[in-house]
Protein backbone atom coordinates (compact mmCIF):
# COMPACT_ATOMS: atom_id res chain seq x y z
CA UNK A 1 0.00 0.00 0.00
CA UNK A 2 0.90 3.47 -0.81
CA UNK A 3 2.97 5.13 1.99
CA UNK A 4 3.49 8.53 4.13
CA UNK A 5 5.89 9.31 5.94
CA UNK A 6 5.62 12.19 8.79
CA UNK A 7 8.84 13.81 10.86
CA UNK A 8 9.28 14.14 13.60
CA UNK A 9 6.92 11.56 15.56
CA UNK A 10 7.89 13.76 18.47
CA UNK A 11 8.85 17.23 19.75
CA UNK A 12 9.39 19.32 22.70
CA UNK A 13 9.66 22.54 22.26
CA UNK A 14 9.71 25.87 24.16
CA UNK A 15 6.81 28.06 24.51
CA UNK A 16 7.29 31.47 21.57
CA UNK A 17 9.60 29.13 19.27
CA UNK A 18 8.14 27.67 16.31
CA UNK A 19 8.09 24.07 14.83
CA UNK A 20 8.22 22.25 11.87
CA UNK A 21 6.07 19.08 10.66
CA UNK A 22 6.89 17.02 7.42
CA UNK A 23 4.82 14.76 5.60
CA UNK A 24 6.12 13.24 2.70
CA UNK A 25 4.40 10.57 0.21
CA UNK A 26 7.01 7.72 -0.42
CA UNK A 27 5.55 5.99 -3.39
CA UNK A 28 3.30 8.38 -5.12
CA UNK A 29 2.64 11.90 -5.83
CA UNK A 30 -0.27 13.17 -3.90
CA UNK A 31 -2.06 16.00 -5.21
CA UNK A 32 -3.87 16.94 -1.83
CA UNK A 33 -2.94 16.76 1.80
CA UNK A 34 -4.53 16.91 5.25
CA UNK A 35 -3.47 17.90 8.27
CA UNK A 36 -5.58 16.86 11.28
CA UNK A 37 -5.35 17.48 15.12
CA UNK A 38 -6.04 14.61 17.52
CA UNK A 39 -6.73 15.05 21.41
CA UNK A 40 -6.80 11.97 23.83
CA UNK A 41 -9.69 9.94 23.15
CA UNK A 42 -11.40 12.87 20.38
CA UNK A 43 -11.75 11.97 17.05
CA UNK A 44 -9.22 13.72 14.01
CA UNK A 45 -10.38 17.42 13.48
CA UNK A 46 -9.15 18.65 9.69
CA UNK A 47 -6.99 21.67 9.91
CA UNK A 48 -6.64 22.53 6.55
CA UNK A 49 -6.40 21.24 2.99
CA UNK A 50 -3.72 21.52 1.26
CA UNK A 51 -3.27 21.32 -2.91
CA UNK A 52 0.25 21.31 -4.28
CA UNK A 53 1.20 24.53 -5.73
CA UNK A 54 -1.79 26.58 -3.99
CA UNK A 55 -2.46 28.32 -0.92
CA UNK A 56 -4.20 25.66 1.79
CA UNK A 57 -7.67 25.55 2.77
CA UNK A 58 -8.22 26.18 6.32
CA UNK A 59 -11.21 24.90 8.41
CA UNK A 60 -13.24 27.56 10.03
CA UNK A 61 -11.70 28.31 12.94
CA UNK A 62 -8.03 27.91 12.38
CA UNK A 63 -5.71 30.18 12.37
CA UNK A 64 -4.11 30.70 8.93
CA UNK A 65 -0.95 32.43 10.20
CA UNK A 66 -0.44 30.22 13.48
CA UNK A 67 -0.45 27.40 11.46
CA UNK A 68 1.79 27.70 8.45
CA UNK A 69 0.62 25.27 5.36
CA UNK A 70 3.10 24.53 2.62
CA UNK A 71 2.61 21.97 0.03
CA UNK A 72 5.89 22.60 -2.52
CA UNK A 73 6.21 19.45 -3.95
CA UNK A 74 3.60 16.54 -5.06
CA UNK A 75 5.15 14.84 -2.18
CA UNK A 76 5.99 16.67 0.66
CA UNK A 77 4.10 19.20 2.67
CA UNK A 78 4.81 20.64 5.65
CA UNK A 79 3.08 21.87 9.05
CA UNK A 80 4.67 25.01 10.69
CA UNK A 81 3.22 25.86 14.15
CA UNK A 82 4.19 29.12 14.50
CA UNK A 83 5.27 30.67 18.13
CA UNK A 84 3.97 27.47 20.07
CA UNK A 85 2.06 27.41 23.50
CA UNK A 86 0.73 24.82 26.04
CA UNK A 87 -2.57 24.89 24.04
CA UNK A 88 -0.97 24.05 21.16
CA UNK A 89 0.14 20.77 22.28
CA UNK A 90 -1.24 17.94 20.49
CA UNK A 91 -1.01 15.00 18.03
CA UNK A 92 -0.84 16.63 14.65
CA UNK A 93 -1.04 13.74 12.04
CA UNK A 94 -1.11 14.72 7.88
CA UNK A 95 -2.62 12.53 5.24
CA UNK A 96 -2.59 12.18 1.65
CA UNK A 97 -4.82 11.40 -1.25
CA UNK A 98 -3.06 9.71 -4.23
CA UNK A 99 -2.88 11.86 -7.48
CA UNK A 100 -4.40 9.47 -9.60
CA UNK A 101 -8.03 9.31 -7.60
CA UNK A 102 -10.34 12.26 -7.87
CA UNK A 103 -12.09 11.12 -4.06
CA UNK A 104 -11.12 11.46 -0.65
CA UNK A 105 -12.37 8.25 0.87
CA UNK A 106 -9.45 6.59 0.39
CA UNK A 107 -6.55 8.65 2.31
CA UNK A 108 -3.20 7.28 3.75
CA UNK A 109 -2.12 8.37 6.64
CA UNK A 110 1.15 9.62 8.32
CA UNK A 111 2.27 8.08 11.93
CA UNK A 112 1.36 11.69 13.62
CA UNK A 113 3.13 13.56 15.46
CA UNK A 114 2.85 14.28 18.98
CA UNK A 115 4.00 18.23 20.31
CA UNK A 116 4.62 19.10 23.59
CA UNK A 117 4.70 22.86 24.27
CA UNK A 118 6.28 23.88 28.21
CA UNK B 1 -25.79 17.00 17.95
CA UNK B 2 -22.54 15.89 15.93
CA UNK B 3 -23.06 14.49 12.78
CA UNK B 4 -21.20 11.06 13.39
CA UNK B 5 -21.53 9.34 16.72
CA UNK B 6 -19.73 6.68 17.77
CA UNK B 7 -19.40 4.78 21.74
CA UNK B 8 -15.83 5.67 22.84
CA UNK B 9 -15.84 2.99 24.46
CA UNK B 10 -13.68 1.20 26.65
CA UNK B 11 -14.82 -2.09 24.95
CA UNK B 12 -12.96 -5.35 26.39
CA UNK B 13 -13.51 -8.77 24.51
CA UNK B 14 -12.01 -12.21 25.29
CA UNK B 15 -9.72 -13.50 22.74
CA UNK B 16 -11.72 -15.81 19.66
CA UNK B 17 -15.17 -13.34 20.30
CA UNK B 18 -17.23 -11.48 17.84
CA UNK B 19 -16.37 -7.62 17.68
CA UNK B 20 -19.39 -4.92 17.02
CA UNK B 21 -18.21 -1.62 16.59
CA UNK B 22 -21.13 0.70 15.45
CA UNK B 23 -21.61 4.62 14.23
CA UNK B 24 -24.74 6.55 13.78
CA UNK B 25 -25.04 9.63 11.67
CA UNK B 26 -27.30 12.65 11.13
CA UNK B 27 -26.12 13.42 7.77
CA UNK B 28 -28.14 11.64 4.70
CA UNK B 29 -25.69 12.68 2.24
CA UNK B 30 -23.17 10.69 2.85
CA UNK B 31 -22.64 7.93 0.52
CA UNK B 32 -19.27 6.82 1.78
CA UNK B 33 -18.53 4.90 5.18
CA UNK B 34 -15.05 3.77 6.16
CA UNK B 35 -13.81 2.07 9.23
CA UNK B 36 -10.07 2.82 10.40
CA UNK B 37 -7.92 1.43 12.88
CA UNK B 38 -4.84 3.34 15.14
CA UNK B 39 -2.78 2.08 17.03
CA UNK B 40 -1.79 4.33 19.96
CA UNK B 41 0.58 7.27 18.86
CA UNK B 42 0.51 6.32 15.42
CA UNK B 43 -2.03 7.31 11.88
CA UNK B 44 -4.95 5.78 11.20
CA UNK B 45 -4.96 2.92 8.77
CA UNK B 46 -7.95 2.29 6.19
CA UNK B 47 -9.48 -1.00 6.96
CA UNK B 48 -12.54 -1.14 4.77
CA UNK B 49 -14.28 1.10 2.19
CA UNK B 50 -18.44 1.29 1.67
CA UNK B 51 -20.19 2.90 -0.87
CA UNK B 52 -23.64 3.29 -0.32
CA UNK B 53 -25.77 0.62 1.49
CA UNK B 54 -24.90 -3.26 1.58
CA UNK B 55 -22.27 -5.62 3.30
CA UNK B 56 -18.59 -6.29 2.36
CA UNK B 57 -16.35 -8.86 4.21
CA UNK B 58 -12.72 -8.66 3.73
CA UNK B 59 -11.12 -11.71 5.84
CA UNK B 60 -11.87 -11.28 9.30
CA UNK B 61 -13.72 -8.52 8.91
CA UNK B 62 -17.07 -7.43 7.57
CA UNK B 63 -18.48 -3.15 7.29
CA UNK B 64 -22.21 -3.26 6.91
CA UNK B 65 -23.95 0.13 6.17
CA UNK B 66 -27.68 0.71 6.30
CA UNK B 67 -28.30 4.07 4.99
CA UNK B 68 -32.32 3.93 6.21
CA UNK B 69 -31.05 3.77 9.57
CA UNK B 70 -28.45 6.06 9.19
CA UNK B 71 -26.37 3.29 10.43
CA UNK B 72 -22.79 1.46 10.20
CA UNK B 73 -21.33 -1.45 11.85
CA UNK B 74 -17.31 -3.40 11.58
CA UNK B 75 -17.75 -7.19 12.82
CA UNK B 76 -14.96 -8.71 13.80
CA UNK B 77 -14.45 -12.41 13.67
CA UNK B 78 -12.12 -14.43 16.10
CA UNK B 79 -10.32 -11.65 17.33
CA UNK B 80 -6.80 -11.26 18.09
CA UNK B 81 -4.86 -9.59 20.91
CA UNK B 82 -3.30 -7.70 18.05
CA UNK B 83 -6.93 -6.25 17.27
CA UNK B 84 -6.44 -4.32 20.17
CA UNK B 85 -6.70 -0.49 18.93
CA UNK B 86 -9.10 2.49 18.50
CA UNK B 87 -11.80 2.02 15.69
CA UNK B 88 -12.42 4.83 14.11
CA UNK B 89 -15.75 5.53 12.01
CA UNK B 90 -15.79 8.33 8.92
CA UNK B 91 -17.61 9.31 6.27
CA UNK B 92 -18.05 11.78 3.65
CA UNK B 93 -20.64 12.90 0.56
CA UNK B 94 -18.55 12.18 -1.79
CA UNK B 95 -15.92 13.61 -4.51
CA UNK B 96 -13.49 16.33 -2.57
CA UNK B 97 -15.40 16.59 0.53
CA UNK B 98 -13.96 16.20 3.74
CA UNK B 99 -14.04 12.89 5.91
CA UNK B 100 -15.96 13.44 8.97
CA UNK B 101 -14.88 11.10 11.32
CA UNK B 102 -16.53 9.61 14.59
CA UNK B 103 -14.33 9.81 18.06
CA UNK B 104 -12.92 6.57 17.99
CA UNK B 105 -13.75 2.91 19.91
CA UNK B 106 -11.06 1.61 21.78
CA UNK B 107 -11.12 -2.06 21.91
CA UNK B 108 -9.25 -4.48 23.84
CA UNK B 109 -8.73 -8.04 23.07
CA UNK B 110 -8.12 -10.38 25.93
CA UNK B 111 -5.84 -13.34 25.94
Known sequence: GAVVSQHPSWVICKSGT???????SLDFQATTMFWYRQFPK???MLMATSNEGSKATYEQGVEKDKFLINHASLTLSTLTVTSAHPEDSSF???SARDGQTTTNEKLFFGSGTQLSVL | Q???EQDPGPLSVPEGAIVSLNCTYSNSAFQYFMWYRQYSRKGPELLM???SSGNKEDGRFTAQVDKSSKYISLFIRDSQPSDSATYLCAMSRGG???LTFGTGTR???IP
Request: aromatic share 12%.
Open chain 1, 18 to 24: SVKIECR
Open chain 1, 42 to 44: QSL
Open chain 1, 92 to 94: YIC
Open chain 2, 2 to 4: KEV
Open chain 2, 49 to 51: YTY
Open chain 2, 96 to 98: NEK
Open chain 2, 107 to 109: LTI
